[in-house]
C-alpha cells in the first residue's frame, strides 16, 4: 500500500527558506517517479518539481535555482528545500508519486501549507 505524508510547512516572510519533507512507503524509487506538486486558492494544481525513476530531477522555470528537490532513500523521505521564497510560491504542497511508465500521479499526499507574506 502506497502511502505519502507531507510536513513542513509554515508561514514565512518573503526570501525565507523552508524544507518540506513527505515520508514514503510502499514505493520503490527505483520504479516510480516521484513529484512535488502545489495549488493555491483559486488556481489550479501544479508541478513544482519532478524525480524519475531514472534519477533525471526537473524544476518548473518558476522555482530553478531556488528549489532542491532530494531523496533519502535509506529513510523513505523525500524533501523539498526551498529557499527565496516568495509570496507567489503560497499554497498547499503535495508530493507524488507513479509507477514508472504510467502517467496520472494516482497517490498523493494530504499536502502541507506554505505560505509566504511579503
Known amino acids: 500500500q502506497v502511502q505519502l505524508a507531507e510536513s513542513g510547512g509554515d508561514s514565512v516572510q518573503a526570501g525565507g527558506s523552508l524544507r518540506l519533507a513527505c515520508a514514503v512507503s510502499?514505493?520503490?524509487?527505483?520504479?516510480?517517479?516521484m513529484a512535488w506538486f502545489r495549488q493555491a486558492p483559486g488556481k489550479v494544481r501544479e508541478p513544482v518539481a519532478f524525480i524519475f525513476s531514472d534519477g533525471r530531477t526537473t524544476y518548473a522555470d518558476s522555482v530553478k535555482g531556488r528549489f532542491t528537490f532530494s531523496q533519502d532513500k535509506a529513510k523513505n523521505i523525500m524533501s523539498l528545500e526551498m529557499n527565496g521564497l516568495k509570496p507567489e510560491d503560497s499554497g498547499m504542497y503535495y508530493c507524488g508519486a507513479r509507477p514508472r511508465g504510467l502517467s496520472d500521479w494516482r497517490y498523493r499526499g494530504q499536502g502541507t501549507q506554505v505560505t509566504v507574506s511579503s
Open positions: 510502499g514505493v520503490s524509487f527505483s520504479t516510480f517517479d
